[in-house]
């Protein structure tokens, strides 16, 4: 499989209701992704400043407003965006002392992203930021991408996302990390019962696949 087909060509959406407890689940959410994207040196500036977009919709716009989280990756950028239907409330950057308590969210995002702002629609709008990826490009080289492809399609057939209401996509971000790895241990068993069923040595199996996991990534890191 070639590497151009696994990187993503599609943004990843997830709608949500602006609420301090889904904080943590769309940052883990969010870390889940970029992972599987082999950007993995991006997940804690991403995090932080997807927390701070969302942070400021509470604040500003309203507790339980609905919105989306889309993330992309585009030539030498990833992008994030916190979409929600309020196009008067725009988030605006000011000064904060250290030990300030508040007011610092938008400081922190233009501190930590590469560049930030804001797109207004006529019923929504739109505060992204973005980050270059030049820095996580040698970290994505040495992943083995095209078997990270195939662990996403496989992974997909055990818990992938359908269409769902807002209330519903807010559910499943809270459990998003716990599912992903459900999903992960699902499909391993089952591939130890197929072993099973052919009458083959699971202790075997997974030493083997134990030495060839070592050994691929041994040889991406030298």
Known sequence: MDDALWRPTQPWRLPFLAAAPQVWALRRALRIHLEYWGLHELTDAAELCASELVANVIKHVGPDTPSTLVVSLGGSHLRIEVRDPDARALPTLTRASLDAEAGR??????????RW???????????????????????????????????VD???????????????SMDQGRLAAVMAEEAAIDAITDLLFWFRAQGWDIDDA?????????????????
Not at 123 to 147: G, I, L, N, S, Y
Not at 162 to 167: D, K, L, R
Not at 208 to 219: G, L, V
């Open 154 to 168: 496989v992974l997909s057939l055990y818990g992938g996302p359908g269409h769902t209401s807002a209330q519903q």
């Open 105 to 114: 969210g938008m400081a922190l995002v233009d501190a930590v992203s590469d």
């Open 206 to 222: 997974l030493d083997r696949a134990q030495s060839h996991f070592e050994a691929e990534f041994e040889a991406r890191l030298s």
């Open 117 to 151: 702002g804001v797109e207004l629609a006529g019923d929504h709008k739109v505060t992204w930021c973005e980050f270059r990826t030049d820095a996580a490009c040698a970290a994505r080289e040495r992943m083995p991408t095209p078997r990270l492809a195939r662990a």
